[in-house]
């Protein structure tokens, strides 16, 4: 059984950095194919892919918040962490981790985290 | 960076037929996933590569991709369907990333 669960702040200042860490139970984020993806949603509006893992340590950014995101994995621990820079209220939203896995060149996103609302305010 | 179109709401008859289209360049050529999202709840994947189920997903739902619209269906459509659904795609081009598009209300009349 798979599951994934995002932990945070749930407040954050403007300007500064926000940490997000999924842990995860149920498979193992060495095997072939296995990946872990970031997906945001700001209240009322879409989802926004922000960035995936892979099982060897490639990553994947969003290219139009590639300069603000880093994204990592202890495969020990089952835990992937995202860390965002410069943090401004349009950042505020729900922010969710998956489990992601590749086929045919594609990924898709099977299993969710139940998400964490993080707000940006002064 | 690739472009996902969705129509912002659909709506139908319970008992009826629902298609969702989900509009890109070439989207033929990729592979589409649709995730459906309650209210309040996190997004859950009813249809990937086009036209698989995950296992527990109804055969009411199905899906398609053909040239530029790729299509998810939902047949006998019940009160419960009410969801936003979003379409999402693998972008293979120079930014490798994950795209998804703006989503479709699907209201159950």
């Known amino acids: 059984q798979i599951t994934l669960k995002e932990s945070g702040p749930t407040l954050v200042k403007p300007t500064q950095t926000l940490t997000l860490t999924c842990t995860f139970s149920g498979f193992s984020l060495s095997t072939n194919g296995v990946g872990v993806g970031w997906i945001r949603q700001p209240p009322g509006k879409a989802l926004e892919w922000l960035a995936l893992i892979y099982w060897d340590d490639d990553k994947r950014y969003s290219p139009s918040l590639k300069s603000r995101l880093t994204i990592t994995k202890d495969t020990s621990k089952n835990q992937v962490v995202l860390i965002m820079t410069n943090m401004d209220p349009v950042d505020t939203a729900t922010y969710y981790c998956a489990h992601g896995f590749l086929f045919s060149s594609s990924w898709s996103l099977d299993y969710w985290g139940q998400g964490t609302l993080v707000t940006v305010s002064s | 960076s690739y472009v996902l179109t969705q129509p912002p709401s659909v709506s139908v008859a319970p008992g009826t037929t629902a298609r969702i289209t989900c509009g890109g360049n070439n989207i033929g050529s990729k592979n589409v996933h649709w995730y459906q999202q309650r209210p309040g709840q996190a997004p859950v994947l009813v249809i990937y590569?086009?036209?698989d189920r995950p296992s527990g997903i109804p055969e009411r739902f199905s899906g398609s991709n053909s040239g530029n619209t790729a299509t998810l269906t939902i047949s006998r459509v019940e009160a419960g369907d009410e969801a936003d659904y979003y379409c999402q795609v693998w972008d293979s081009s120079s930014d490798h990333a994950g795209v998804f598009g703006g989503g479709t209300k699907l209201t159950v009349l």
């Open positions: 590569y086009d036209s």
